[in-house]
């Protein structure tokens, strides 16, 4: 698979080369590296630092990887440090049996999230495992991003009754002392999967800063990038780095919906066209309301800026469950900016600081890709150097067809 990957990298790398008029240059030190953790292909690049430094950022997405793994549980080599190590899995198997006494980042990372669902109003919450556990086991499945039968979305309803008193963070018992976690609640399922890669690219950011780092960009799997300062950027270069936001409708022109500028910031995304079934032809995603166990259908897409990546991959979660009015009133108190692709295709931004261009506003300008980054997209520009990321979404619309209609072929 990963040969036929970079087979399918290389060939779009031609053709977009050939597309594209990279009028970037190559920065005198580029330093790449490409890792797989969380289900998730991440890409480092640091234009400052050595070789140890991207050790030591592999080193802390795998622990990451590990600790928070909600399907896993520990099975490495004694050679590993964290061989044996308590995960997720560990805390749910004892669920209503014992505690468990776990890693300090584990256990620093449980308290955060039950803190994140404290600021969210109860619309992030990691004890809610057993509904998404129901709704991936219908994504993933033969239907994804097809029809369900309706037998299966009324097993999906009834199953989803059987959990709705089992999602109270308050039932999660945390003892500071001997650092061990307790749920006490034996149905409650802990599933960290929406923080905890957000969470682990805050913790590299950390890890930059300390060695004095500043020219870097982590692509977290396209939905999470975090950036410092370009290496072109200076008093007499205006150059931020590009992030293009793309158009799950294809509404908008090269399927970006708008280019975000930023310096020193973590850019967020979530979206319900990655991952998806239909029935009756409504689309459910893998978003989940907390509080009905419902995806919503008020946005397709919705980003979020600001300073810690942790906090962000958490509330573009919380969010997405809102409505706008209260969705608005959380990223202002959180002092956090959004932008919000609504279901009807038009954007609302809420506090937005940053430089942000939409594609309608960019119709008449230059088709001009150099040096821009996709969330939740195709396309990464590093340097002058190409990359691509095949878009999941691209893949399966062609495949099965997409239950949206695309605008450019209407």
């Given at each position: 698979?990963k040969k036929i990957m970079g087979l399918l990298c290389l060939l779009g790398t031609v053709i977009l080369y050939n597309q594209i008029?990279?009028?970037?240059?190559?920065?005198?030190?580029?330093?790449?590296?490409?890792?797989?953790?969380?289900?998730?292909?991440?890409?480092?690049?640091?234009?400052?630092?050595?070789?140890?430094?991207?050790?030591?950022?592999?080193?802390?997405?795998?622990?990451?990887?590990?600790?928070?793994?909600?399907?896993?549980?520990?099975?490495?080599?004694?050679?590993?440090?964290?061989?044996?190590?308590?995960?997720?899995?560990?805390?749910?198997?004892?669920?209503?049996?014992?505690?468990?006494?776990?890693?300090?980042?584990?256990?620093?990372?449980?308290?955060?999230?039950?803190?994140?669902?404290?600021?969210?109003?109860?619309?992030?919450?990691?004890?809610?495992?057993?509904?998404?556990?129901?709704?991936?086991?219908?994504?993933?499945?033969?239907?994804?991003?097809?029809?369900?039968?309706?037998?299966?979305?009324?097993?999906?309803?009834?199953?989803?009754?059987?959990?709705?008193?089992?999602?109270?963070?308050?039932?999660?018992?945390?003892?500071?002392?001997?650092?061990?976690?307790?749920?006490?609640?034996?149905?409650?399922?802990?599933d960290l999967g929406a923080v905890a890669k957000g969470y682990a690219t805050q913790k590299a950011k950390d890890y930059l800063v300390?060695?004095?780092?500043?020219?870097?960009?982590?692509?977290?799997?396209?939905?999470?990038?975090?950036?410092?300062?370009?290496?072109?950027?200076?008093?007499?270069?205006?150059?931020?780095?590009?992030?293009?936001?793309?158009?799950?409708?294809?509404?908008?022109?090269?399927?970006?919906?708008?280019?975000?500028?930023?310096?020193?910031?973590?850019?967020?995304?979530?979206?319900?066209?990655?991952?998806?079934?239909?029935?009756?032809?409504?689309?459910?995603?893998?978003?989940?309301?907390?509080?009905?166990?419902?995806?919503?259908?008020?946005?397709?897409?919705?980003?979020?800026?600001?300073?810690?990546?942790?906090?962000?991959?958490?509330?573009?979660?919380?969010?997405?469950?809102?409505?706008?009015?209260?969705?608005?009133?959380?990223?202002?108190?959180?002092?956090i900016e959004a932008i919000f692709y609504m279901y009807d295709g038009s954007i609302e931004t809420v506090n937005l600081t940053q430089?942000?261009?939409?594609?309608?506003?960019?119709?008449?300008?230059?088709?001009?890709?150099?040096?821009?980054?996709?969330?939740?997209?195709?396309?990464?520009?590093?340097?002058?150097?190409?990359?691509?990321?095949?878009?999941?979404?691209?893949?399966?619309?062609?495949?099965?067809?997409?239950?949206?209609?695309?605008?450019?072929?209407?």
């Open positions: 698979m008029n990279l009028k970037a240059t190559e920065p005198t030190l580029l330093l790449q590296r490409e890792l797989s953790y969380m289900s998730t292909e991440i890409l480092v690049t640091l234009y400052q630092g050595t070789e140890a430094d991207l050790d030591a950022i592999d080193d802390i997405y795998r622990i990451y990887g590990h600790l928070a793994d909600n399907y896993t549980a520990p099975d490495l080599s004694s050679s590993d440090p964290l061989y044996h190590e308590p995960n997720i899995v560990s805390i749910n198997q004892a669920r209503g049996l014992s505690p468990v006494v776990v890693d300090q980042r584990l256990y620093d990372l449980i308290k955060l999230s039950v803190t994140y669902y404290n600021q969210s109003l109860g619309y992030f919450n990691p004890a809610v495992g057993n509904a998404i556990d129901i709704w991936k086991s219908a994504i993933y499945s033969e239907y994804m991003f097809d029809e369900l039968p309706e037998s299966v979305f009324q097993q999906i309803e009834l199953d989803l009754q059987d959990i709705s008193d089992d999602v109270d963070p308050a039932d999660i018992v945390f003892n500071d002392t001997d650092r061990s976690v307790y749920i006490t609640n034996s149905n409650l399922k802990l300390s060695k004095n780092i500043t020219k870097y960009m982590i692509n977290a799997g396209r939905s999470n990038i975090i950036v410092g300062v370009h290496p072109d950027d200076s008093e007499t270069n205006n150059r931020p780095f590009r992030v293009g936001l793309e158009d799950p409708l294809r509404l908008y022109q090269n399927g970006i919906s708008g280019i975000l500028e930023v310096r020193n910031k973590a850019v967020v995304t979530s979206g319900n066209y990655e991952q998806f079934v239909t029935y009756k032809s409504k689309v459910y995603h893998h978003i989940i309301s907390p509080f009905d166990f419902e995806p919503k259908q008020y946005y397709h897409v919705v980003t979020i800026i600001g300073n810690d990546s942790g906090q962000l991959d958490a509330m573009s979660t919380a969010l997405f469950s809102m409505p706008l009015q209260e969705a608005t009133a959380l990223v202002q108190s959180l002092n430089n942000f261009r939409q594609s309608a506003i960019l119709a008449d300008e230059p088709n001009d890709l150099t040096n821009l980054y996709m969330i939740l997209g195709g396309v990464v520009v590093v340097g002058g150097a190409l990359i691509v990321a095949i878009s999941f979404y691209e893949k399966h619309k062609k495949q099965k067809g997409d239950v949206r209609e695309d605008k450019d072929e209407a």
